[in-house]
């Protein structure tokens, strides 16, 4: 049975930074697709990055520079490391676990149940 559980979410102001884990259990954070998705209110899940096998980090091109993915193989736990805040990165965050074409959300098996960041500008 595969359980994700995120952390790490909170208010900052607009420069800021913050770092969300994922604790995973029932299956390696090394295997498939392992993603982070954010969704604001009124729009729809959005594909924020994903690290395919361990490896290969993919980054929506609106985070990338600012945000780094990461995982600890022996914690088992995925990270977002979110540098530069924007007000527009306010949303739920939710880490997930899958297989296939990573950025697409319907490639997840499996979600937690999402940490909120606001950042104020």
């Known amino acids: 049975q595969v359980h994700l559980v995120e952390s790490g979410g909170g208010s900052v102001q607009a420069d800021g930074s913050l770092r969300l884990s994922c604790a995973v259990s029932?299956?390696?954070?090394?295997?498939?697709?392992m993603g982070w998705f954010r969704q604001a209110p009124g729009k729809e899940r959005e594909w924020v990055a994903n690290?395919?096998?361990?490896?290969?980090?993919h980054y929506n091109n609106a985070v990338k520079g600012r945000f780094t993915i990461s995982h600890d193989n022996a914690l088992n736990t995925l990270y977002l490391q979110m540098n530069t805040l924007k007000p527009q990165d306010t949303a739920m965050y939710y880490c997930a676990a899958g297989s296939g074409w990573c950025p697409d959300k319907d490639s997840y098996d499996y979600w937690g149940q999402g940490t909120q960041v606001t950042v104020s500008s």
């Open positions: 029932g299956t390696p954070v090394s295997r498939g697709c």
């Open positions: 690290i395919v096998s361990g490896k290969d980090p």
